[in-house]
Structures are given as C-alpha cells and as structure tokens.
C-alpha cells in the first residue's frame, strides 16, 4: 500500500531467510530490495535491508541466511515517523540511496520510501493521483 508518497505496506523478509528463497521472493513479486525485519513483517523491529547489489555474486545461495549479505541497520540511513514528504525525499537525494526506511521511536519500520518513486514522480509530474498519492487509472472503449 502507498500513502502519501510513502510505501506503508512494503515486502519485508526475515534475517533467516535463505538467499534461494529471496531469490523466489523477488520473482514473484518483481522487486529486488526488501526491509529486513525482526519477524519478517511490518511495525516489527528493522535489522537492515537486502538488495540485489548485497546478493548478485554470492555462490552459496541455498544455504545463506539473508542476515549474512544484508546491509545493517547501523550502516542505513533511516529517518523518522512523521518526516514530512519533502523532507523525505531531500535525505534520498543527499544520501544517494536506494531506500529510505522510516522507523518509529522504537525502531520499528512504519513505512518506505524508494528512490525509483522519486523518479518516477519527476518524470510523470502530470500523473493523476487519488489524495494519497496513488496512481489513478482510466480506459475507454471506443
């Protein structure tokens, strides 16, 4: 789900998660970055984040947890609930990432925001959107 520019329901996997799997995960869904939580679901405690860059040249993808080849929440630039959206987008665009994880005071991830959003909103300005920020889709028959 997307709320205001912000991913509010993103995929999140577990640290114990094998690469193999990740790999299924990222098929079906079409994805290759995903917020690594302590249960594997939203509004659970963020442990870091796993790309396509941290995976591409492992060997040994069956048997590796994904907590090996993630990037540590230590190492992340996160920003806190209630960022405005402007604010939000500005820490993407200084810090050069790819995701920006936003976390309650308790370091639990309430939502994500992506930098392939932000292109995309810069590309299509004239998108329609509902008030939430989600793309609105119209057909015709003629």
Do not use: W
């Not at 405690?45 to 040249?57: P, Y």
């Amino acid at each position: 789900k997307y709320k205001n520019g912000f991913i509010t329901h993103p995929i999140c996997v577990k640290a114990s998660l094998t690469i193999e799997e990740l790999d299924k995960i990222r098929k079906s869904c079409g994805f290759t970055g995903f917020p690594v939580t302590a249960d594997g679901s939203m509004d659970s405690e963020l442990l870091g984040l796993v790309t396509k860059r941290d995976t591409d040249f492992l060997e040994s993808r069956g048997s590796m947890p994904v907590s090996e080849a993630m990037t540590k929440r230590a190492e992340l630039v996160t920003a806190e609930e209630g960022i405005e959206l402007a604010a939000a987008n500005q820490i993407i665009r200084d810090s050069k990432k790819g995701k920006l994880p936003i976390l309650n005071k308790e370091g639990q991830l309430v939502a994500l925001m992506t930098r392939t959003d932000l292109q995309k909103a810069a590309d299509f300005p004239h998108a329609t959107k509902d008030k939430e920020k989600r793309l609105m889709v119209a057909a015709a028959i003629g």
